[in-house]
């Protein structure tokens, strides 16, 4: 092999493994936003709907009432 071929191999490594370096830092460092665990969304009857998310993040709704 010449010196030519491995500074390709060589390169061509860095590059890879750059790219690999970029796609796992992209997958794991993007944020989501949160939203609030408990939020009024409407009006009932002088009442309070109020959204809440449980840990399976599914959307419940009760009503808070004065």
Do not use: H
């Amino acid at each position: 092999m010449d010196p030519i071929e491995r500074n390709q191999i060589i390169a061509t490594s860095i590059i890879v493994a750059a790219m690999f370096t970029l796609l796992f830092y992209g997958m794991f460092s993007t944020t989501q936003e949160k939203s609030p665990k408990f939020q009024v969304v409407d009006k009932y009857a002088n009442c309070d709907v109020i959204r809440y998310t449980d840990t399976t993040q599914r959307w419940n709704y009760l009503l808070k009432c004065p």
